[in-house]
């Protein structure tokens, strides 16, 4: 048995205890790291309920119901923060970055403890492409939200757009990953070809002055 409530107190302290050290956009990565872990504890109680509700095995978990609570519960908090606290749509993409990295740290360091760290190569495939699944995703959330929620016609249609797109990547991923052969070496892959295309694009858009208007 995992206690991963246990799991999460000692991995949030020291987090927590760094943000009354720490000012602005350090404070806040860190803040919102810990909220990630947060989500990633409440998502796998709400994933386990519905589990459990509908009489889901593992795998159909995994497939249908684990991707879409999971992205629902990341993108929460990131909308409350927005909404309440009214910051520059500039700085939800780190924020998002951050609750994405809070809920890879928090899933790998479960599984490390459910599984053991006997397998190096096979932990660091895994670490590499949940995390970059995960910070995929949270990519796509923060850009997605900055951009649609500068227009109030777009901010409805274009969160749920967005929540769409994350939740089909995460459950194409976790598709992929449960076929195995071949397709589990293509779910590897996936996350983080997208990431380097999207950091490719990032780089050329400036050298081709082309801005996508905000």
């Not at 803040?31 to 889901?56: K, N, P, R, W």
């Not at 923060?81 to 809070?102: S, T």
């Not at 996936?190 to 400036?206: D, E, G, N, R, T």
Request: charged share 10%.
């Amino acid at each position: 048995m995992t206690y991963i409530e246990n799991i999460f107190i000692c991995l949030a302290i020291p987090l927590l205890l760094s943000v009354f050290f720490t000012k602005g956009r350090t404070r806040r990565f860190a803040l919102f790291t810990v909220i990630g872990m947060a989500v990633c504890l409440l998502a796998a109680y709400v994933s386990s309920f519905f589990m459990g509700y509908y009489g889901c095995d593992a795998t159909l978990t995994a497939i249908e119901i684990a991707p879409v609570c999971e992205e629902i519960m990341k993108l929460l908090p990131l909308l409350f923060y927005f909404l309440i606290f009214e910051p520059e749509p500039k700085e939800l993409p780190g924020m998002a970055i951050a609750i994405a990295v809070g809920f890879a740290t928090f899933e790998n360091v479960c599984y490390l403890t459910e599984n053991g760290a006997e397998d190096f190569h096979f932990l660091l495939i895994r670490g590499i492409s949940a995390g970059a699944l995960h910070i995929l995703c949270g990519i796509l959330t923060g850009f997605g939200i900055s951009y649609v929620f500068r227009r109030r016609w777009l901010a409805l249609t274009g969160a749920v757009g967005i929540l769409g797109t994350c939740v089909g990547f995460h459950a194409i991923y976790n598709l992929l990953i449960t076929a195995g052969g071949p397709w589990r070496m293509a779910a590897c892959l996936f996350p983080s070809l997208l990431i380097a295309c999207l950091f490719v694009l990032k780089q050329l858009l400036p050298k081709l002055k082309f801005t996508i208007p905000l």
